[in-house]
């Protein structure tokens, strides 16, 4: 059964002080690692899909990494504006396309 | 549309009542799938069409739990005798096609059992 475990579950930062945050996976094997953004009353915003270790992708104040194991997402100088609960998911490969998700980490920009 | 639509945004429902919840896809989306998201958990999912076809229920809790997408455009997730327990928000996404594609999901539909 595929298992996403996300860390910390929720993260205070002041703004301008840089951070990542943590998703470990197990998966029979993975079809992509993605991450998505949810504000309060919203459902999930997608960001980035990542397929193999190694892989990077930027957007804007993010940076999204995998290895084998795990993905983390790079938080460089955070904004107010960056406080949202952000999930991690994987795909299983094969014609069934369901993500598993973590229970996400909330974070909290002051300014 | 330009996004997925989910509608009611708000359902409040009595113990033992039927809901229907309903999804629009965005144009062209041949994937859709329902989440289930209680609250401080990330989604579950529930089941996956490809088209009209239901290509993976595997995740509807039981047997009152229904979805259809009849001309493989809208959805509707039916809940029938709602139990207290079935209070959640679900969430509907859409992708162009299944495989590796992200999907796009809805604001969702937060369900009230009382």
């Known amino acids: ?111 | 549309g330009a996004g997925v639509s989910q509608t009611p945004s708000n359902k409040v429902t009595e113990k033992g009542k039927y809901v229907e919840l309903r999804c629009d896809p965005i144009s062209g989306h041949t994937a859709l799938y329902w989440y289930r998201q209680s609250l401080g958990q990330g989604p579950e999912f529930l089941i996956y069409f490809q088209g009209t076809g239901a290509a993976d229920d595997s995740g509807l809790p039981n047997d009152r739990f229904f979805a259809v997408r009849p001309e493989g455009s809208v959805s509707t997730l039916k809940i029938q005798r709602t139990e207290r327990g079935d209070s959640a928000v679900y969430l509907c996404a859409s992708s162009l096609t299944a495989g590796n594609t992200e999907a796009f999901f809805g604001q969702g539909t937060r369900l009230t059992v009382v």
Not at chain 1, 29 to 41: K, M
Not at chain 1, 46 to 58: C, I, Q, R, V
């Open chain 1, 1 to 111: 059964e595929d298992q996403v475990t996300q860390s910390p579950e929720a993260l205070r930062l002041q703004e301008g002080e840089s951070s990542s945050l943590n998703c470990s996976y197990t998966v029979s094997g993975l079809r992509g690692l993605f991450w998505y953004r949810q504000d309060p009353g919203k459902g999930p915003e997608f960001l980035f899909t990542l397929y193999s270790a190694g892989e990077e992708k930027e957007k804007e104040r993010l940076k999204a990494t995998l290895t084998k194991k795990e993905s983390f997402l790079h938080i460089t100088a955070p904004k107010p504006e960056d406080s949202a609960t952000y999930l991690c998911a994987v795909g299983a490969p094969g014609a069934n396309s369901k993500l598993t998700f973590g229970k996400g980490i909330t974070l909290s920009v002051r300014p």
